[in-house]
């Protein structure tokens, strides 16, 4: 089955970090770039970061610059979003997307 499936979200305090993993299968992950995206309660999609095929090119959303970083790892067929020094406004449904593929999403909440 051709599919990205996230996982990793929770509850975590302000200043707290968070690692999300997006798995995916049925296809040739290291074929693709891959991006994270999320989407807060009565907002729009809003793109967080990308990575390419190799990893060697990256780029972030200005409001996570220097706090999350984004990789994977080819031979795992996994996408990972370090969440580094959280915010309220973190706070959202994220979810990895490439090869015109949707995960299902994972919730982070950043409340104390």
């Known amino acids: 089955q051709v599919q990205l499936v996230e996982s990793g979200g929770a509850l975590v305090q302000p200043g707290g970090s968070l690692r999300l993993s997006c798995v995916g299968s049925g296809f040739t992950f290291s074929n693709y770039g891959m991006n994270w995206y999320r989407q807060a309660p009565g907002k729009g999609r809003e793109a967080v970061a990308y990575i390419s095929t190799s990893g060697a090119n990256t780029n972030y959303a200005d409001s996570v610059k220097g706090r999350f970083t984004v990789s994977r790892d080819n031979a795992k067929n996994t996408l990972y979003l370090q969440m580094n020094s959280l915010k309220p406004e973190d706070t959202a449904v994220y979810y990895c997307?490439?090869?015109?593929?949707w995960g299902q999403g994972t919730q982070v909440t950043v409340s104390s």
């Open positions: 997307y490439g090869r015109g593929l």
